[in-house]
């Protein structure tokens, strides 16, 4: 079954509004961590990862926080646009070739303006 | 980034035939391929891993009868959808790895949408 699991499964947010979802893993093991964008009848877009050695790492417009000891993942997105709808899915593995990812429920992030 | 591509996009099938669905990865040797099944409003659930030349590792609960998996060379995957019925419509995304620096990285297909009337 799964072990990552999200928070809330939608969330509204206004055009410049920064969104924050949420994750939660339960697997200890697992050592890296990525965040996926899917928009309607596509396959995931990567967003961005972080190495369990870190706990923030920082892209364009996007952060993600690490909490290994309450085993809590993030996704903070800034300045929020409309492109930016979509359904968001955090995943773990290990750093193990081969080794396939876990997906979480996914998060539904609406953007108006 | 690395190209992944699947065929067909979309396709309709009849119960009781059969449907292959290919996975191929454009400019990288994918040494490992996964195999995805997402339903609507839900999160994608593993079904297959397959490594090139090898017999693919199926999830519990996957019937690896009716889902058979080829991975016979580094850049070529497919799912067969056997006898197909309704309840195996679903959205079907491969993923592969290998050609990346780091043995982590994974890089998705656009999917496939079958449906079985």
């Known amino acids: 079954g799964e072990s990552v699991g999200l928070h809330l499964p939608t969330l509204s947010v206004q055009e410049g509004d920064n969104s924050i979802i949420n994750c939660a893993y339960s697997?200890?093991?697992?050592?890296?961590f990525i965040w996926y964008k899917q928009e309607s009848g596509k396959g995931p877009q990567f967003i961005i990862d972080?190495?369990?050695?870190?706990d923030k790492r920082q892209g364009q417009r996007v952060t993600v926080l690490l909490n290994k000891t309450v085993k809590h993942l993030s996704l903070q997105i800034a300045a929020t646009q409309p492109g930016d709808s979509a359904v968001y899915f955090c995943?773990?593995?290990?750093?193990?070739?081969?080794?396939?990812?876990?997906f979480g429920k996914g998060t539904t992030l609406s953007v108006s303006s | 980034g690395a190209v992944v591509s699947q065929h067909p996009s979309r396709v309709i099938c009849k119960s009781g035939t059969s449907v292959k669905i290919e996975c191929r990865s454009l400019?990288?040797?994918?040494?490992?391929m996964f195999w995805y099944r997402q339903f609507p409003k839900k999160s994608l659930m593993l079904m297959a891993t397959?490594?090139?030349?090898?017999?693919?590792?199926?999830e519990q609960g996957v019937e690896k009868d009716k889902f058979l998996i080829n991975h016979a060379s580094l850049t070529l995957s497919t799912l067969t959808v056997t006898s197909a019925h309704p309840e195996d419509s679903s959205f079907y995304i491969c993923?592969?790895?290998?050609?990346?620096?780091?043995?982590?990285?994974?890089?998705f297909g656009p999917g496939t949408r079958l449906t079985v009337t």
């Open positions: 400019d990288f040797q994918a040494t490992t």
């Open positions: 993923s592969a790895s290998g050609g990346a620096r780091e043995n982590y990285e994974q890089y």
């Open positions: 972080i190495r369990s050695n870190m």
């Open positions: 397959s490594n090139e030349g090898s017999k693919a590792t199926y």
């Open positions: 995943a773990e593995t290990n750093d193990q070739a081969g080794t396939a990812l876990i």
């Open positions: 697997n200890s093991a697992s050592d890296y």
